[in-house]
């Protein structure tokens, strides 16, 4: 039994003008503590399916299970991390971490506590929680988002792009620290990004996807080399240039087909 | 560096110097635009060189002022205009804000309502007030009405726009811990248009005076509309222009009062 299971997604938008399909046949497995990324060229609908995942929107076909419940009925076990941080401006950081916790009704002192912790842990102490977004960096507000969407203990997490909108050094220092405390929560994770870096240093698998309609155009596993390596020492190993290589030849002869 | 530190002291304080030297310049500037302008409404009445029946004189007004305050009845009248203008505008805002909530809730209202509400927005809602007085009776609750209906059609409008223009990535954070769309719409859509809001108010300020002083007109019983009516009826322009001072520097007064509570409300 698979900890997620995507059988034979399809989607289409529906406009006045036309109908669009973002996806098709799209199946796939993920197990418990696996970490992936959908990696493509804009528009492939990555975006499509992680909310399509996330049962924030419902396919037009397929079925998404979590522990071999559809995913509708399981409230709470996915925590979802946008591009940008989308913490809400006129709540502290304290607010903005605990919301999650107060929508669910699971706010009392332990899990409060719990999160507060994680915020520490972040390295974001001496009085953060008690300021306003506008106050912190962009990196720091991006690890606030974190801690908002992990308070509520999520299994399943999406990240949706969550470096794109960072200068670089700073991406690099939260791929870290990501990585670092996904694997230490032992959490299972799915990585939209454009990236083939941050999809080869961040993911046990990298599923490539093609675009117009967004369909898994081929599947790879990162070498067991790399997987135990932190983000920042993959990209300086040795064997991460040959699979960078193979990810980037694949994209231009996708790019190629579709000319 | 330290030499170089008291130089940066000596340009900043240079600067703030240049900064207070304006705003007075600005003062100066204001306060002669005043004096010119009632000084020379004094003169040219004392002078004959404009009709002193029609424009009255600011000695005059004064004069009167002092009189009506008197005799108490300048106050009497006040209050009940400004009472009928309060409720009016606090009536307006909250009816309009919560008419745009109902219109967010429903896609389905707010596409059979829209040509309704541009029909409304465009009528002129004072052309309401003979039916409002007549239905309510001539006192407070028709006045209070013809202040808050001018209002209440233009705040649903702004602060619907307001709601749908909110992010909705904002919503995608809420849906994604399960937030029922009550949840959606008080921990996102409404804390995220407070500022439009607030500063609907200060349009419904206005528009809530003209409602008023209309609604008085028509009533013609008592407040600072039924002195305007009056004094035009008896040809006491100095009543007319004693009533515009007095409208005018509260109106003012309650401007500055939203403004106070927007700088309170939206820590920025």
């Given amino acids: ?259 | 560096m330290n030499k170089k530190m008291s130089n940066v002291q000596l340009l900043h304080r240079n600067y703030l110097k240049s900064l207070k030297i304006e705003k007075r310049w600005v003062m100066l500037y204001q306060i002669i635009i005043f004096l010119i302008f009632f000084g020379s409404w004094e003169l040219f009445a004392q002078k004959q060189w404009i009709d002193p029946l029609i424009f009255s004189s600011p000695s005059k007004i004064l004069e009167l002022l002092i009189t009506k305050i008197q005799d108490g009845s300048l106050l009497t009248n006040l209050g009940v205009t400004l009472t009928e203008t309060v409720f009016g505008f606090i009536l307006g805002t909250l009816l309009g804000t919560l008419l745009a909530a109902i219109l967010w809730w429903s896609p389905m209202i707010s596409k059979v309502l829209d040509p309704y509400l541009v029909i409304l927005n465009a009528m002129p809602k004072v052309a309401l007030g003979p039916v409002l007085i007549v239905a309510m009776g001539p006192g407070y609750p028709s006045i209070i009405a013809m202040g808050a209906i001018i209002s209440v059609i233009i705040t649903t409008i702004v602060v619907y726009t307001s709601f749908k223009e909110v992010d909705p990535n904002y919503l995608k954070v809420l849906q994604t811990f399960g937030a029922t769309r009550y949840e959606c719409f008080k921990e996102a859509i409404l804390p995220a248009s407070f500022p439009t809001i607030i500063s609907t108010l200060k349009v419904n300020v206005g528009l809530s005076w003209v409602g008023v002083i209309v609604g008085e007109f028509l009533v013609s019983s008592k407040g600072l509309g039924y002195m305007i009516i009056y004094g035009f009826q008896v040809f006491n322009f100095t009543l007319v222009f004693l009533s515009l001072l007095v409208i005018a520097v509260f109106a003012t007064i309650m401007y500055q009062l939203v403004d106070l509570l927007e700088k309170k409300l939206i820590k920025e």
């Fill in chain 1, 1 to 259: 039994m698979s900890f997620l299971k995507v059988q034979d997604i399809h989607h289409t938008y529906f406009t006045k003008a036309s109908a669009t399909t973002a996806l098709s046949n799209i199946s796939f497995t993920v197990e418990e503590g696996e970490f992936v990324s959908l990696l493509g060229p804009s528009g492939c609908g990555k975006t499509t399916l992680l909310s399509i995942i996330s049962s924030l929107l419902k396919a037009t076909e397929g079925s998404v299970l979590l522990k071999n419940k559809p995913v509708s009925t399981s409230k709470n076990e996915i925590g979802y991390m946008l591009q940008q941080d989308y913490l809400f401006p006129w709540k502290t950081i304290e607010e903005n971490i605990l919301l999650g916790l107060k929508l669910s009704k699971r706010l009392n002192t332990k899990t409060k506590t719990y999160a507060l912790n994680l915020l520490k842990q972040m390295g974001l102490n001496g009085g953060v929680e008690k300021q306003l977004p506008k106050q912190l960096s962009g990196g720091m507000r991006q690890r606030v988002a974190l801690v908002r969407t992990l308070a509520t203990e999520p299994k399943l997490l999406m990240l949706d792009e969550p470096f794109s909108a960072l200068d670089y050094q700073t991406k690099l220092k939260l791929e870290d620290l990501v990585s670092h405390t996904l694997k230490e929560f032992h959490k299972t994770a799915i990585l939209v990004t454009h990236d083939i870096g941050e999809a080869i240093a961040m993911s046990d698998r990298v599923f490539l996807l093609s675009t117009r309609p967004g369909t898994i155009h081929k599947i790879f596993e990162i070498p067991d080399v790399l997987r135990n390596l932190s983000p920042f020492e993959v990209r300086n190993h040795e064997a991460y240039p040959a699979v960078f290589q193979a990810i980037w030849k694949e994209l231009e002869s996708l790019e190629q087909e579709n000319e």
